[in-house]
């Protein structure tokens, strides 16, 4: 579903990420790990198109997207959530969601400027449909408070719902449990397990060994912008190059 | 932050103007009538405005050029070639609109504060041209002889009629504005404002609607700048230079800038404020510069987040609980 | 008309000398937009309050310039000391906009005072060396128009070591790198944007003080000079020092240029459209790297 060729990013003379290639297979839940500073944020930014490639190429369903903007792959179907929180904080939780929906509403200008009734009818369904998806992933109760009013653990599900809403193909996740106590890290690896379920491929970056070895289906363990290892859990588990790069030299 | 807007928006609305219609019934004299119709063209300035700053984080310093073009497109039309000026608005916004499509289209590309410079500039560059295409603009002395609207024979240059004419437009302008922001592009906009890599991501091209808010939000002021110069039949060049431009500024912060009662404050003081400058001695000007200060200080929502607090404890008072919290 | 060499030397040395007044005030501007990102709309106001302050100290006690133009200084200095604390100091929400919008509150009130103490009659001060011009290779100049530019340079050094050599300086540059950064290691952050706002108002006021022999000055005339420092500073690269003196020089030279060759009624003008292209084409100013939004 994606594919990373040739992937180098450099900021100045530094490299965030040498010359990786991989891919993630359709339905697959693929997680990407590392100590920090290993460019998984930066190669998260790449996909979705906030940050331009210094060489390399992004492919998404076949499609070459490294020159596509961040919003134009949004419509082709990849969605993503961030790891210090990008929610509109003034909005409510379900106008959140609909924002989610941008992409697959059609209302244009001239139906915003006379507020037509079609464009008033989509706006309600939209509402509908964001309710039930809040209401899927539990915060239903919370869809009209203010964003801002939140604990860290439900804006890490808004983000969720808000790009699930979009109905993407693919969907990154940027570490949803960082930050949260074990119970609510579970849950979210529930929901995780159910969107994919679902058909939808995930590409999560996380930092909570629990939760990636036992959702994922397949890992790439990165350092300082290199693979250093790809496989399955159970084998990551057991290469001491992985070890090392974890514990250090002397955990070897 | 910005203020929700929903029904109660527009039945306030609704109300304001049906207040309205009676001004020029209970106004003591003309002067006063006048100061009212002035106040709604400034509501037009300072609600656009607002639009750009409130609903989509961008500072335009342009704000009064502007406001000049569409009162200098449509005044030079009518004045020296005849052209009804129901022709000249659109000419008018037409020339805004391309206008501003230029000046925003590089700029609002990059993040900071380039559209804010590349407005001064801009505005700059305007004033010297209202100056000095003198063959069209009359020049300093400014531009005469601007014709009234006429509709149907009608003409509409008593002060009575003309407020009519003015109200019936602002609010048709104000439904608009509230109609954009209550709907799929409002939103957009919104969430570009307070989280523009967010927006982006969700699919919102963040480029196109800080140009279509930047293009919209000249052009009501070109709007308002057609009301302005076809009432008073006179323009010249400093109504329109780089102060106007950052009064507007001004204003929309002191109304509160995201805050859609707030340009209501705003364009009262902005009206006001001449009339008292010029009345009365010179320490209005150091009262004036100290309360914006102080209103900054304690009501960073400007005055319309005062009235939602002064609101607030009201309300609070008489339901007996915080409910609003 | 002709072009002769000693022509544009006569438009050169006028340029450079107004172009020195708007790098000084560029300077005032750029170091409090490096320290807070916010543009500092007093600028101009302490450009004028400090040839006011110089011409009526000078008018009151007749003391000799060298006496007159340190105690004004530190007056403005003072005046931006006490605009900073009593007004960006105590906002809750101290946003680029925010301290951008209280600038506007007291260069209001700055204009005003000084007015209602000053007078609004136009006030000189004598030129520091003379008026008899030099004539230098067929053109002629000024005396203060050297002292504009040794001063200016002056400024400029002693700006550049106190950021380079200072602990305060090193502070502010730190902060104004990074914030939390620097907050982190126990840098006072707040303490360094009252110091920026002090620079400022002293930088603006030796602009204000060493052109009041040349143009005179009077409670008005602050809203222009902040105009085209702002417009220096853009040119050079908003919070970019050295390209404050870039910018101002370019301004000044641009204005006596277009004003000779092209007109004097659209030399106000051309400089905007080379702000404009310069937007487009190199956004972050003649010395600076781009910036272009990466989403």
Redesign the interface.
Known sequence: MIEIRDLSVQFGGLAAVSELSFTVPQGAIKAIIGPNGAGKTTLFNVIS????PTEGHVMLAGEDVTAL??HQRVRRGLARTFQNLQVFSGMTVLENVVVGMHVRLRSGLASAFLRLPSGRREEAEARVRGRALLDRLGLGAKADERAASLSFGDLKIVEIARALASEPRVLLLDEPTAGLPMAEAARIAETIRSINAEGVTVLLVEHNMRVVMSISHDILVLNFGRRIAEGEPAAIRADPQVIQAYLGASGA | MHSAIGPATYRGLAVLWLVLLVVPWVAPNNYILNLATLWLINLLLVASLNLLMGYSGQ?SLAHGAFYGIGAYVSGVLGAKYGISPWLGLPAALAVTGAVALI?GW??L??????L???T???N??A???F??LRDWTGGPNGLVNIPPYVLFGWKLDSDRVFFYFTLVMAGACLVLLLNLLDSRTGRALRALSTA??GA?CMGID?HRHKMLVFMVSAMIAALAGCLYAHHNAFVSPESFD??TS?MLV?MV?LGG?GHWWGAFFGALVYTALPEVLRSVG??E??V??????LV??FF?RGLGGAMDWVLARFGRGRAGSGRND | MQVDSALLLQLAFGGIATGSIYALVALGFNVVFKSTDA?N?AQGEWVMAGGMMAAWLHQQFAWPLLAIVPLAVACVAVLGLASER??VY????PSP??IT??T??????????V??TLGKLPMSLPSFSGTESIVLGGASLQPQALWIVGLLLATMAGVHLFFERTVMGKAMKAAAADREAAALVGINVARTVMWAFVIAAAVGAIAGIIITPITLTSFSAG?VLG?KG??AA?LGG?GNLPGALVGGLLLGLLEAFSAAFISS??K??VA??V??LL??FR?AGLLGRA?????
């Not at chain 3, 105590?90 to 929400?93: E, H, I, T, V």
């Not at chain 3, 506007?104 to 005072?113: C, D, Q």
């Open positions: 198109g906030v940050q331009t903007p961040a | 500072i000046v590089p700029t590309k990059l993040r900071g504060h380039y804010a410079m590349a001064l500039g801009f700059a560059i004033s010297v041209l100056v000095e523009e890599i982006e963040v780089f102060m950052t001004v912060a800038t010179d320490l000007m150091l004036f510069g100290v309360s914006l200060v900054m200080l960073p | 543009i709309f009593l007004s105590p906002l809750s929400q906009m925010a919008l209280v506007i509150g007291f260069a209001i009130a700055t204009k005003a005072l007015m209602l809203t105009f702002f417009s853009m908003l009624a659209y106000d003008a905007f459209v702000l404009l937007l487009f956004p910036q272009v939004q990466k989403v």
